[in-house]
Each structure stands twice: as C-alpha cells, then as structure tokens.
C-alpha cells in the first residue's frame, strides 16, 4: 500500500504515526516540496506515485485533483478540523473514503487564541520590542474582565476559547446561524451585526471560505475592534483590513491563517498585527494526537485495520 503524505511537518516531533503506517506494510512517500502542495503538484504527485491513501494537509483536494488520482487513491485522511480544501462529496462520488479529526485541535487553537487575546490586550509585543531597544515602556493594557468578547462559531473551539474567556472575566456573546434553537449554550447568543456593534473583540472559530468581515461589517463594527483569525484567512476581507487597521477603526488584529500562505502581503508591516504561521495547532500534545488518529482513520478507511 503505498501512502502519499501532504502535511510536510508531519511526525516531525513524534514519529509514531510514521512508524505506525510501516508497521503495517506501508510504503510511505513523503512530501517532496518541504511546502504546501499546490494543485498542479498535489496532482502530479498522486499520479506519479499512484498514492493509494493520502494523509491530508491544507493542499487543494477539490473533485478535479481527486478525479486524477483515480482509479488509485482509496481514502483521504485529513490532519486537522477544517475541511474546506476537500471536496467531500467528491469523495463519496468517487467512492475513496475520507476522514478527518476534528477533536484534535481543541485545546491547542484555544489556548493561542488566548495568549494572542492576552498578547494584544497588554501589548506585550511592543513592550519587548522596545525594552530590548534599551528603552522602559510602560503600557496601559486592558484586562480581560473589561473586554466584551464576540465568539463566531460555537463549535469545539469556539466552545473552549468562550469557556477560557469567561474563567478570566471576560463578557462573552456567541454569534453562530448553525446553532440549534435547543442547543444548550450558556452565552447570549447574538447576530454578527449585534454582536460587533457592541463588542471590543471578535474571535472567528467558523468554516467557510466566504467573506464574513467585508467592508460593512468592519465599518459598522464598534470603533477600536480587536480581531482574531485562527480559522480561515478569506473570512475577513484583507482590504477592509487593512483600511479599518489605518484609521484606528480596528484597533489590533492577530492572524494564524491567511490569503495565500506563506502570507507576504501588507499586514507584515504593520506593527499592530500579530502574525504568526498558521500555527495554532503546534503543540506536541495537539500534533501527536491528530497526526495518529489521522493514521488510524486511514488505515480503517484502506481496510488494513479494523475498527
């Protein structure tokens, strides 16, 4: 069976995921890039090695990349919560199982969300920046127990990330259309005009890949906003951005996904955005335990393994 592997940080910290798929007969065929995938490489690379069963990262997955890779490629299974990059119904067209871990990245995601939350609030990037210059800043931060926080997507890290806020004292307000009428959530929950009208923070923890802060909504939002991307880059608009950042209207912003990645665009000149790469889920508790539960999930959906 040979196993193609997208991610190229895979088992770079714990290699008993990569062990795992030798022991059970594997021939394993690493990334050759050292980077994400792009579609033209994501294609040749199924094709040239007639990959069998893909550990997925972030590479393109849509019906024509699977459609090239058939009639060898049996199942996906892909490393971390988002899906938007695969198309699962292609998959199920084309009868190559797939999977993904969704739980995985819980406890890392929110706990980054909090330290960027923290980081921004105290401007603890600035203040080291300029002690190490030689000079003694003092800032006046904010404390969380003043900041009123909006928390976009109610799933399992929207879920954790409110539950962290609202140990430290912070107000949460929950904006997510999916949520059912008899969910059983402690928050207010509000319409995403609502809540950044009144809020001082928005956090997204949704899917998608469709503009969700565009021009309007940053405009309409309460003035001096703090915004927090851990989910999807294209949910914000990058222009809007980075108008609303220059007036002051958005006060700070913290990035872990982007555009286009790796991101070269303007937000890295502007010292009031934390950037970092696409990294939320670097833990090596997180990377142990999705990377192996990405391998049993394909080893099932191959049928080398049984449930």
């Known amino acids: 069976m040979i196993i193609g592997i997208g991610p190229s940080s895979f088992a770079q910290e714990d290699k008993s995921p990569l062990q795992r798929l030798v022991d ?7 990334n050759p890039t050292g980077k994400r995938l792009s579609e033209p490489e994501i294609i040749e690379y199924l094709a040239r090695h007639k990959i069998e069963g893909l550990i997925a990262g972030l590479e393109p997955l849509n019906r024509r990349v699977l459609e090239s890779a058939r009639p060898h490629l049996r199942a ?6 988002g899906i938007t990059n695969v198309d699962v119904q292609a998959c199920r067209d084309l009868g190559i199982a797939f999977s993904y871990t969704p739980d995985g990245p819980t406890e890392a995601v929110a706990e980054l969300t909090l330290a960027a939350l923290l980081s921004l609030a105290r401007d603890l990037v600035p203040m080291n920046r300029e002690l190490h210059l030689g000079g003694w800043p003092k ?4 404390s969380l127990a003043e900041l009123q926080v909006l928390v976009v997507g109610y799933g399992r890290i929207g879920g954790r990330v409110a539950s962290l806020l609202t140990s430290l004292g912070a107000q949460v307000l929950v904006c997510d259309p999916f949520l059912p009428k008899d969910a059983a959530c402690p928050f207010p929950v509000v ?3 609502d809540g950044l009208a ?3 923070v928005v956090s997204l923890h949704c899917g998608g890949d469709k503009v969700l802060l565009g021009k309007d909504e940053i405009a309409n939002a309460k003035p001096g906003l703090m915004i927090l991307n851990s989910a999807r880059g294209e949910l914000v608009d990058e222009s809007a951005l980075i108008a609303a950042l220059e007036s002051g209207h958005v006060s700070k912003a913290w990035f872990d996904t982007f555009w286009k990645e790796p991101y070269t665009g303007r937000l890295l000149g502007m010292p009031q955005v934390l950037l970092t790469p696409h990294a939320a889920t670097y833990t090596r508790r997180c990377r142990s335990r999705m990377e192996n539960e990405a391998v049993t999930n394909l080893l099932l959906g191959l049928g080398i393994a049984n449930p």
């Open 24 to 30: 059970a007969g594997c021939t394993v065929v690493p």
């Open 76 to 81: 996906v299974a892909r490393v971390g919560i």
């Open 139 to 142: 800032r006046i931060g904010r």
């Open 191 to 193: 319409s995403l005009a």
């Open 198 to 200: 009144m809020c001082d």
